[in-house]
């Protein structure tokens, strides 16, 4: 392609990247392009915790030749006054305008959020917390839109639509209406048709996914998850199913989930998330079938680590097993 023309590609949001895509983003920027190619990588800093696995990441990517990182500061006042100009289509009072200016401090997310919400006007009371001022939206949304949002704030949209409207207890038209409701409030948005021509529905931005999955209360949370469950069939993803199972209570469906998660994983070289599934299966040992061998998943989870590079975890998990058998005989 950059034969022909400048290539730009952009990857958002890293700081959700798992391993293999880390991996991936690495082998990209490690490249010696021979055509003009710009990689712009882009994620939250704020999100970055101490021990996060996308720092140790970042400091690997800027030792390669060719990449710099950029810190970007907040936009200038000026800037934000552009910013809600070309988002409004009718035009606001410069008292509106200064107190978008002010509550956003800079932060091109917030004023979106602010002319979304309706928070335009000063004179109306601003949430404390970002997640309480992404949560202003579904208040406008009737009750079959903010069940429908509520169940697919847990989803990892491969579930399918069925799927949705049995965990949000909505029937087909009913699901279609809810759909275009929170469409319309800029809550979820239509995503593009893959090879399958399945269309998909995922969240406007995914803070107000994490937002919404946030303020669901434990026994609502559990009861979504389960109506999921339920409703998978055999096409759906293991690991789909494990999470929905481990949040269902659902130990022993998990459990055999998991295992096949793993080895879908590992199947397609994948060894960073075989490796993390055969750790969680092995969490949920005391929920697997009688007669399962506990080191073969020891030694498969070893495995995995070892191909993945991470040796010394492997050694770790190894030793703690053999502790585990050295307490066991010491009993018997």
């Known amino acids: 392609m950059a034969a022909e023309q400048p290539v730009l590609l952009v990857l958002e949001d890293a700081h959700w990247a798992d391993a293999s895509t880390r991996h991936l983003i690495r082998y990209v920027l490690s490249q010696g392009f021979r055509g003009p190619v710009h ?11 101490r021990r996060h696995p996308l720092r140790q990441a970042i400091a690997e990517w800027v ?21 809600v100009r070309t988002r409004t289509a009718v035009g606001l009072a410069a008292d509106e305008v ?21 928070l335009d006007d000063h004179r109306s009371t601003l949430p404390e917390t970002l997640s309480d001022l992404l949560l202003v939206r ?25 799927a949705l409207a049995a965990a949000a207890g909505l029937s087909d038209i009913e699901l279609d209406a809810a759909l275009g409701v929170a469409v319309d409030h ?29 303020d669901l209360l434990p026994g609502e949370r559990r009861r979504i998850h389960a109506a999921f469950l339920d409703a998978l069939d055999d096409s759906t993803p293991a690991a789909t199913v494990a999470r929905h199972a481990m949040a269902a209570g659902e130990r022993t469906v998990a459990f055999h989930a998991t295992v096949r998660a793993a080895e879908d994983a590992r199947r397609v070289a994948g ?19 009688e007669g399962t061998d506990e080191v073969d998943l020891v030694i498969a ?27 066991l005989h010491s009993r018997t």
Do not use: W
């Open 39 to 49: 990689v712009v990588i882009s994620y939250r800093s704020d999100d970055l915790h």
């Open 98 to 118: 200064r107190a978008v200016v002010q509550r956003a401090a800079g932060n091109a997310f917030y004023v979106e959020e602010l002319l979304d919400a309706g």
């Open 138 to 162: 579904l208040e406008r949304l009737d009750d079959p839109a903010r069940r429908l949002v509520r169940a697919a704030s847990v989803t990892d949209g491969r579930e399918g639509f069925a």
């Open 301 to 327: 989870a070893s495995l995995a680590l070892m191909t993945s590079g991470q040796l010394i975890r492997a050694l770790e998990l190894l030793r703690d097993h053999d502790r585990q058998l050295d307490v």
């Open 271 to 289: 060894y960073d998330e075989a490796a993390q599934h055969y750790e969680h299966a092995l969490g949920l040992i005391d929920a697997a079938p």
């Open 186 to 214: 800029k809550v979820l948005r239509r995503t593009e048709q893959d090879s399958t021509e399945q269309i998909n529905f995922v969240f406007r931005h995914a803070l107000l996914g994490e937002a919404v999955r946030d």
């Open 63 to 83: 030792r390669l030749a060719g990449v710099r990182r950029i810190e970007l500061d907040p936009l200038a006042d000026a800037d934000v006054v552009d910013l």
